[in-house]
């Protein structure tokens, strides 16, 4: 078996100067405006066989970057798989011998997703799978994951998606040594996703703050009943179709759970994105990324944070993710502001965002609602939020949740005071 | 196992310290481990699954250096490696493939083919694969920055990492190395 590439760097044959001079003509020439490129390689070179390479080289590039050549990995990514499998389960299956398959709706973060009947209830809800080789590789999640059903199913909110119940199907004819399938009952939504809707270009302000609206409710409503999200982006934000003079309804989804299927046994989360095995999820905080396990609702702000950025830009604020996580530009580098983008955004965005987006979590707003006020022009909150919290709630993984009104302390004090506490009371 | 993913992480320290023996050996154990996981794939035919590379390396990922905590670093190079091997692997495919048609040679291969990602065509990667060749010999960085993000998928800064460079250095090397692969792919005619 042949080892690892190394051909060796012999360069028989080639000028290793030339080569280098040519990249530092062809990178100076780059920074040129397109049309004073010709005038700055006559001016620069005087050989004109380099001259002529390094033209060629340019419109290459051009070529290149139009054409998107060689963006997309050999390797494949979610949107070109080697061989794809239809869905799991076919409509008229019944699961649990409770559940009638209607149809197949999408492949979701954490496994399928089906419409289905609830045989009992005679009602229509939404079926999600756990991916069975996620159970298999990963033994713990499954006790975590039922931990964040439990904390799911306790939050009513109209802009959190309800959880109704965990159940598991044993299938005969799997072949495997799975203990069945688990999958969770929830609300069934019809419309579309954020991500669906973003695809068709950025918000305006109006609609850009009425999705906010009802998603800083959701989160402000779960982070009170100690649910910290975790895996906010916009595919889990559900645009539900409005009829007749309703307004549309803005739900969000999968509080805690797609995280909770993905954390291994030492409680450090694995960043792991949808559908891929590999990948940072595209929204996660520096602080999740890191391992942090004091989480707190200050990361799903983050998280909101980049959602805003998309939902006003149309974009994210780096687009290189690769299909294989191996580390993310926005923690090392300083997020441009969207402005950069998108020049006639309000101010007011602007600075609400970069803040939701501050790498250290203390400096964020630390409760979803602030974000809203924000926005809403009360700057008063922009100043306060940094010295005083009014209400601040702390979260750690026992269910135990504290929420402390209008303490006039700083909230760094708060937080170190509230920590040790909860260690001690935990042992 | 757990012997082996001990010793796997090692190697990857060593391989981060530019020890290229233990890239040597990683090379050897990420490739056997694959093999056997697409053959076991290939086997079972487990229909939960869409069968992508990405699902292949992600559980030899698991098998070799096992769940976290990991250290990122490791996780950057074991990538690399992975780089590596998916292009032994999609590069012999490929060769399988064209041997398989009618003898398979000077199979044309259209630029457009590249660019609509047409991985299809085994012609695409064999082409692909022997311009980085010729481009090694000029510079091997860039060849190797071309390898670890279209054979790897790594990002400019896990690259930026693996070859202990800046991020803007990388970005330099695959500007250039992709606007001369592009020339050296419009309207030229690639053997098998």
């Keep these: ?427 | 196992m757990e012997a082996v993913k001990g010793e796997v992480t090692l190697l990857l320290q060593q391989m981060a310290k530019g020890d290229s023996d233990a890239q040597a050996q990683l090379f050897s154990l990420v490739y056997c481990e694959l093999r056997k996981l697409a053959r076991n794939y290939m086997r079972r035919e487990r229909i939960e699954h869409t069968l992508q590379p990405t699902a292949l390396v992600h559980e030899a990922f698991l098998r070799l250096v096992g769940s976290p905590p990991v250290n990122w670093q490791n996780r950057v190079h074991f990538f690399a490696v992975t780089a590596q091997v998916m292009r032994r692997i999609l590069v012999d495919q490929a060769r399988g493939r064209l041997r398989k048609k009618r003898g398979g040679n000077n199979r044309a291969v259209s630029l457009d083919e590249v660019i609509l990602c047409n991985y299809e065509n085994p012609a695409v990667v064999l082409a692909i694969h022997e311009c980085l060749l010729r481009l090694a010999k000029l510079d091997e960085r860039q060849s190797r920055v071309v390898e670890l993000r279209f054979f790897g998928g790594l990002s400019i800064e896990a690259t930026a990492e693996v070859l202990s460079v800046s991020p803007k250095t990388v970005k330099r090397d695959w500007n250039y190395a992709r606007a001369w692969l592009y020339g050296q792919l419009n309207g030229r005619v690639y053997a098998a």
Excluded at chain 1, 83 to 110: C, E, W, Y
Excluded at chain 1, 149 to 169: E, I, Q, S
Excluded at chain 1, 233 to 260: C, E, H, Q, W, Y
Excluded at chain 1, 329 to 345: H, N, Q, W, Y
Aim: overall charge neutral; glycine content about 6%; proline content about 5%.
């Design chain 1, 1 to 427: 078996m042949r080892g690892p590439g190394s051909t060796g760097s012999s360069m028989v044959g080639c000028m290793p100067r030339k080569w280098e001079s040519a990249q530092s003509l062809f990178e100076a020439a780059r920074q040129q405006a397109p049309e004073k490129r010709v005038e700055f390689l006559q001016e620069e070179c005087s050989d004109d066989a380099m001259r002529q390479e390094v033209g060629e080289l340019l419109a290459h590039a051009h070529n290149a970057d139009l054409m998107n050549f060689l963006d997309t990995p050999a390797v494949g990514t979610a949107k070109s798989p080697t061989v794809s499998r239809g869905p799991l389960k076919s409509p008229g299956d019944v699961l649990a011998k409770r559940f009638r398959v209607v149809q197949f709706i999408a492949r979701g973060g954490m496994g399928e997703v089906y419409e289905a009947e609830d045989l009992e209830l005679h009602e229509h809800v939404a079926i999600k799978m756990v991916r069975p080789e996620i159970a298999v590789w990963y033994p713990n999640c499954l006790q975590r994951f039922k931990r964040e059903v439990h904390l799911a199913k306790r939050v009513t909110h109209p802009n959190v998606c309800r959880v109704f119940d965990l159940f598991r199907h044993s299938d005969e004819n799997t072949g495997t040594h799975d203990s069945g399938l688990i999958f969770v009952s929830m609300e069934l939504l019809q419309g579309e996703t954020l991500s669906e809707r973003l695809r068709r270009g950025p918000a305006n302000s109006a609609e850009a703050l009425e999705i906010v609206t009802q998603v800083t409710a959701a989160l402000d409503a779960a982070h009170a009943g100690g649910v910290l999200h975790r895996d906010l982006k916009p595919g889990n934000i559900f645009l539900v179709s409005a009829s007749g003079n309703k307004s549309s309804r803005v739900v969000v989804t999968d509080f805690g759970l797609a995280m909770a299927l993905y954390e291994g046994a030492d409680d450090l989360p694995t960043p792991i994105t949808k559908g891929e095995f590999l990948g940072t999820p595209a929204y996660m905080s520096p602080e999740q990324f890191h391992g942090n396990k004091e989480l707190t609702p200050a990361s799903d702000v983050y998280s909101l944070g980049l959602v805003m950025y998309q939902l006003v830009t149309g974009v994210r604020p780096f687009e290189d993710e690769s299909p294989y996580y191996v580390g993310s530009r926005r923690f090392a580098e300083k997020i441009a502001s969207p402005r950069t983008v998108a020049p006639d955004l309000h101010k007011v965005w602007e600075t609400v965002i970069l803040k939701c987006l501050d790498r250290e979590p203390s400096r964020r707003f630390q409760v979803a609602g602030q974000v809203l006020n924000a926005l809403k022009g009360d700057t008063v909150t922009i100043v306060s939020c940094q010295r005083h919290a009014e209400t601040q709630l702390l979260y750690c993984h026992s269910s135990t949740t504290v929420a402390i009104q209008k303490w006039n302390i700083s909230v760094m004090a708060l937080q170190k005071r509230l920590s040790v506490l909860f260690r001690a009371f935990r042992k």
